[in-house]
C-alpha cells in the first residue's frame, strides 16, 4: 500500500500502519505488539529509531504508529515498512520520501518560491491591473514608476523619445528632430555647471560702453589688485629725459658740468667731497668708521700693553680701536 509522503529528515509525521485479523482479515487487531522493520531507498530492513505504539485502541482501533524520526526519513526516496503481529495479517506500507514540504501550505517548503502571498510584498507577480500585478498587454507591460521602483538604469524606446519634443529645466528645449540633428538644443538658458564643448558658433552678449575702463569697473572689484591709480590724483611717470636729469643732473652725456652730480663725479674722476677731512670718531658701523679703522691701522698710531692692542686717530690721542689678542708675546688673532 503506497500512503502519503514523509519530508526528508522531518519528525513532524509518524508513519502509520493497519493491523487486521488474520482469522477474519477484516477486524481491526487492538492491543498487539507489532515486531516493525524498514527499508530506506531498497536498503536492508532494520528496526526504525522512531518509538512503535497504538494509536486509540477504543477509538481507532487497529491502527499502530512509528513515531516521526529524522533518521527514519533521512534518504530521499521510498521508505518500506514491514509489520506482523500475532493473530494479525503483515502489513506493508510505503512512505515516498520527498526533498519538499508536503505540510507547507505557502511553497511546499521549495527555496526558489516566495513564502508570501502572490501580489503581495514578496509574493510573485500576477497579472492583471491591480496592485502588485502586471498588464502584458501587446508584449509590453506599460507601468508609471519612481526612482524607488526600481534600481539600476531603464531600458528607453529611443525610436519614440528622437520623435518628441522635450521641455527641460534650465531653459533648455529639444525639438522633436533626430538625435543626430545639428538643431538638438534651439534654447539654452542658465547651464549648471561646465561645458564639455561647443561645435556650433556662440553668439555672446554686446559689450557695453566703457565696460574695461575705470568708468566701467567698480572700484571696490580692483582692491587688492596692484596701484591702479585710476583716481583724480593720478599723475604722469617721468620721462627718460627727466629720469636723467633727476639722477645725473644734467641731460647730456658729454657735457656735465655741475659740481658734486654723479655725472660731473664721473665724469672727472670721482673728486666729488672725498676731499673733506675724516673726523676722528665716527658712528660705529658707518662708511666714516671704516675710513677711521683704516687710516688708524694703516698710518695711525697704536700701542700694545700686554694683551691690549690700542689703535688712535690722527691726531694721536682719539683711540679709534681697542683690541684684546691672544697673546702677548706670540699673538695669532684678536678679539
Same mark, same amino acid.
Given at each position: 500500500?503506497?500512503?502519503?509522503?514523509?519530508?526528508?529528515?522531518?519528525?513532524?509525521?509518524?508513519?502509520?500502519?493497519?493491523?487486521?485479523?488474520?482469522?477474519?482479515?477484516?477486524?481491526?487487531?487492538?492491543?498487539?505488539?507489532?515486531? &516493525?522493520?524498514?527499508?530506506?531507498?531498497?536498503?536492508?530492513?532494520?528496526?526504525?529509531?522512531?518509538?512503535?505504539?497504538?494509536?486509540?485502541?477504543?477509538?481507532?482501533?487497529?491502527?499502530?504508529?512509528?513515531?516521526? =524520526?529524522?533518521?527514519?526519513?533521512?534518504?530521499?526516496?521510498?521508505?518500506?515498512?514491514?509489520?506482523?503481529?500475532?493473530?494479525?495479517?503483515?502489513?506493508?506500507?510505503?512512505?515516498? &520520501?520527498?526533498?519538499?514540504?508536503?505540510?507547507?501550505?505557502?511553497?511546499?517548503?521549495?527555496?526558489?518560491?516566495? *513564502?508570501?502571498?502572490?501580489?503581495?510584498?514578496?509574493?510573485?507577480?500576477?497579472?492583471?491591473?491591480?496592485?502588485?500585478?502586471?498588464?502584458?498587454?501587446?508584449?509590453?507591460?506599460?507601468?508609471?514608476?519612481?526612482?524607488?521602483?526600481?534600481?539600476? =538604469?531603464?531600458?528607453?524606446?529611443?525610436?519614440?523619445?528622437?520623435?518628441?519634443?522635450?521641455?527641460?529645466?534650465?531653459?533648455?528645449?529639444?525639438?522633436?528632430?533626430?538625435?543626430?540633428? *545639428?538643431?538638438?538644443?534651439?534654447?539654452?538658458?542658465?547651464?549648471?555647471?561646465?561645458?564639455?564643448?561647443?561645435?556650433?558658433?556662440?553668439?555672446?552678449?554686446?559689450?557695453?560702453?566703457?565696460?574695461?575702463?575705470?568708468?566701467?569697473?567698480?572700484?571696490?572689484?580692483? =582692491?587688492?589688485?596692484?596701484?591702479?591709480?585710476?583716481?583724480?590724483?593720478?599723475?604722469?611717470?617721468?620721462?627718460?629725459?627727466?629720469?636723467?636729469?633727476?639722477?645725473?643732473?644734467?641731460?647730456?652725456?658729454?657735457?656735465?658740468?655741475?659740481? =658734486?652730480?654723479?655725472?660731473?663725479?664721473?665724469?672727472?674722476?670721482?673728486?666729488?667731497?672725498?676731499?673733506?677731512?675724516?673726523?676722528?670718531?665716527?658712528?660705529?658701523?658707518?662708511?666714516?668708521?671704516?675710513?677711521?679703522?683704516?687710516?688708524?691701522?694703516?698710518?695711525?698710531?697704536?700701542?700694545?700693553?700686554?694683551?691690549?692692542?690700542?689703535?688712535?686717530?690722527?691726531?694721536?690721542?682719539?683711540?679709534?680701536?681697542?683690541?684684546?689678542?691672544?697673546?702677548?708675546?706670540?699673538?695669532?688673532?684678536?678679539?
Amino acid at each position: 500500500m503506497i500512503s502519503y509522503p514523509i519530508k526528508q529528515s522531518s519528525t513532524a509525521q509518524p508513519l502509520l500502519f493497519l493491523l487486521i485479523s488474520s482469522t477474519d482479515h477484516t477486524t481491526p487487531v487492538t492491543g498487539a505488539t507489532p515486531t &516493525v522493520k524498514i527499508s530506506k531507498a531498497g536498503a536492508a530492513g532494520a528496526p526504525p529509531s522512531g518509538a512503535v505504539s497504538e494509536v486509540d485502541a477504543t477509538n481507532m482501533p487497529g491502527w499502530y504508529k512509528v513515531a516521526g =524520526n529524522a533518521t527514519d526519513s533521512s534518504t530521499l526516496g521510498p521508505l518500506i515498512l514491514h509489520a506482523t503481529a500475532a493473530g494479525a495479517d503483515p502489513c506493508d506500507v510505503l512512505y515516498p &520520501v520527498v526533498a519538499f514540504d508536503p505540510q507547507a501550505a505557502t511553497n511546499l517548503g521549495l527555496s526558489s518560491l516566495p *513564502t508570501a502571498n502572490p501580489a503581495a510584498a514578496g509574493g510573485m507577480l500576477t497579472v492583471g491591473t491591480g496592485a502588485g500585478q502586471i498588464n502584458p498587454s501587446s508584449g509590453k507591460a506599460p507601468a508609471t514608476l519612481v526612482s524607488t521602483d526600481v534600481t539600476g =538604469n531603464l531600458p528607453a524606446d529611443i525610436q519614440t523619445i528622437k520623435t518628441q519634443a522635450v521641455t527641460c529645466s534650465g531653459g533648455v528645449t529639444v525639438p522633436a528632430a533626430t538625435l543626430a540633428s *545639428t538643431t538638438n538644443i534651439t534654447t539654452v538658458g542658465a547651464v549648471a555647471g561646465s561645458v564639455a564643448s561647443v561645435t556650433a558658433a556662440v553668439t555672446l552678449p554686446s559689450m557695453p560702453p566703457n565696460w574695461i575702463t575705470a568708468a566701467g569697473i567698480a572700484s571696490s572689484a580692483l =582692491n587688492g589688485k596692484g596701484d591702479w591709480l585710476l583716481d583724480s590724483g593720478y599723475t604722469t611717470p617721468p620721462t627718460a629725459a627727466a629720469v636723467a636729469t633727476a639722477i645725473w643732473t644734467d641731460t647730456a652725456s658729454g657735457d656735465f658740468s655741475v659740481s =658734486n652730480s654723479p655725472g660731473y663725479a664721473v665724469k672727472n674722476g670721482l673728486p666729488i667731497l672725498l676731499t673733506q677731512a675724516v673726523p676722528t670718531s665716527n658712528t660705529p658701523q658707518t662708511v666714516g668708521d671704516s675710513l677711521n679703522a683704516a687710516r688708524a691701522q694703516g698710518f695711525g698710531k697704536w700701542t700694545l700693553v700686554g694683551t691690549a692692542l690700542t689703535l688712535y686717530a690722527g691726531d694721536g690721542t682719539t683711540i679709534v680701536r681697542t683690541f684684546t689678542l691672544d697673546s702677548a708675546t706670540a699673538p695669532t688673532q684678536r678679539f
